[in-house]
């Protein structure tokens, strides 16, 4: 089981930056492939952004250029650098830890989530 907390959310201007941290409970942090979801109101959630064990990055198109995923796995911390905020960037960001393991059967996939922290971008 891991713990993931996040940090770093709140009120921006648009225009503005915010970095968000997602602390990991476990000192085995390097076998996870992290990302970052949001959910807006009314809305379904959505990957952001997502770093595997071997540091390959992804986004989603409306972030690229824009959002920057990084991992520091001595501090069991993966961060979200969020520029150029826009409003329609306003949600509720969740970390996630998925780790992936071969049962000898089939593949497995165990999710883990944060609590989730605001991020509000409004003038």
């Known amino acids: 089981q891991v713990q993931l907390v996040e940090s770093g959310g709140g009120l921006v201007q648009p225009g503005g930056s915010l970095r968000l941290s997602c602390v990991g409970s476990?000192?085995?942090?390097?076998?996870?492939?992290m990302g970052w979801y949001r959910q807006a109101p009314g809305k379904q959630r959505e990957l952001v952004a997502h770093?595997?064990?071997?540091?390959?990055?992804n986004y989603t198109d409306s972030v690229k250029g824009r959002f920057t995923i990084s991992r520091d796995n001595a501090k069991n911390t993966v961060y979200l650098q969020m520029n150029s905020l826009k409003p329609e960037d306003t949600a509720v960001y969740y970390c996630?830890?998925?780790?992936?393991?071969?049962?000898?059967?089939?593949?497995?996939?165990?999710?883990?989530w944060g609590q989730g922290t605001q991020v509000t971008v409004s003038s």
């Open positions: 476990k000192s085995i942090f390097s076998i996870y492939a």
């Open positions: 996630n830890a998925r780790l992936t393991y071969w049962t000898g059967t089939y593949v497995q996939e165990n999710d883990y």
């Open positions: 770093i595997t064990t071997s540091y390959i990055t």
